[in-house]
């Protein structure tokens, strides 16, 4: 645990978004089940997320910032997260923790930091609600320092005709509603494969014994640039 003083600095533009009381119950839901959800992925979590070196990290979307203890004490965590209502449960998140915090409350489809300025970019069930994939992973890719690592865990579409599919397209605009933009039937594999990494190791799997079985279909692995 990091005994360095957590630091923060908000940036808001027209690309942050505050949906009331949905934001409210998004930010109570990540904040109540982030543990869960972190216990049942921890095996994509470990894979994609261990091993992150001391230095420039970005965290797109980090939510109430469930990923934050596998951020290394001393690095420099830089959160995206456009989403005003996560952001007191954020900051408190980032001081419990000790980091080393500077929040921008825009969306990562416009990053607002140079060419090649970091060693690592992570999310994590974020491209599932992205407006564009494609623009996230563009700037994704853009920030990263040659040979910088982008890291993800993600839930996508299952395999068509199977019956976890024909749930998810059942469920699929209501789910999108109450969870702020959230698609079950994402092809986030594919955009991340057709986004110019030099390399990309990604891999198919399911949580553990997960309670939100529409969404129990996960990718996970790295992308270095
Ligand atoms: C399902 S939550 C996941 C939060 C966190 N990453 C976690 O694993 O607990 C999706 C997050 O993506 C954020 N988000 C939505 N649209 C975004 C965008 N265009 N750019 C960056 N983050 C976005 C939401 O505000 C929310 O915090």
Request: proline share 4%; with cysteine; net charge neutral.
């Amino acid at each position: 645990m990091s005994t360095a003083t957590s630091t923060s600095t908000a940036t808001s533009t027209c690309s942050s978004f505050d949906n009331g009381r949905r934001g409210q119950f998004n930010a109570w839901f990540f904040t109540t089940f982030g543990q869960y959800i972190s216990h049942i992925s921890r095996r994509q979590k470990q894979t994609a997320f261990e091993g992150i070196e001391r230095g420039d990290i970005v965290e797109l979307g980090a939510g109430v910032g469930a990923n934050f203890d596998y951020v290394p004490v001393g690095s420099r965590l830089i959160v995206i997260e456009p989403n005003l209502a996560m952001h007191t449960g954020l900051l408190q998140r980032g001081t419990d923790r000790g980091v080393d915090l500077a929040l921008h409350a825009v969306s990562a489809e416009q990053i607002p930091l140079p060419d090649s300025s970091v060693d690592d970019v992570l999310c994590s069930l974020v491209l599932c609600t992205v407006e564009d994939q494609g623009a996230v992973l563009a700037e994704a890719r853009r920030i990263l320092r040659p040979g910088g690592r982008f890291r993800f865990v993600e839930h996508v579409a299952a395999r068509p005709w199977s019956p976890r599919r024909w749930l998810q397209e059942t469920v699929r605009r209501p789910w999108r509603w109450v969870f702020e933009g959230c698609d079950l039937c994402c092809d986030t594999a594919g955009a991340i494969e057709a986004a110019g990494f030099s390399t990309v190791d990604v891999t198919r799997g399911r949580w553990r014994h997960s309670l939100f079985f529409p969404a129990n279909s996960s990718i996970y692995g790295i992308a270095v640039r």
